[in-house]
């Protein structure tokens, strides 16, 4: 299955992350293995704690007029019959 969304902020940047964590079959310990952070790092990102980067990054975005999106996961066409 293919997702698709647009990330207006750090909650729903947080939610696709989770879901593409997910999908890629890792866990939170996992994937903070792989970055070298903390698994309660990769737990503040999914919840979607706001930081100063983020913050600012949106800020900025918005006043662009710019719109962020998100895809991940496999198109159905190509899963295996």
């Given at each position: 299955m293919r997702y698709h969304g647009v990330i207006r902020d750090a909650e729903?940047?947080?939610q696709m992350l989770a879901q593409a964590?997910?999908?890629a079959g890792m866990s939170q310990r996992?994937?903070?293995a792989q970055l070298?952070?903390?698994?309660r790092y990769i737990w503040q990102m999914e919840s979607g704690v706001?930081?100063?980067f983020t913050t600012?990054?949106?800020q900025a975005m918005k006043?662009?007029?710019m719109t962020l999106t998100a895809e991940f996961g496999k198109d159905d066409d190509d899963?295996?019959?």
């Open positions: 729903t940047l947080g964590r997910y999908t996992e994937m903070a070298g952070v903390s698994q706001p930081t100063m600012r990054l949106f006043s662009c007029g899963a295996p019959a």
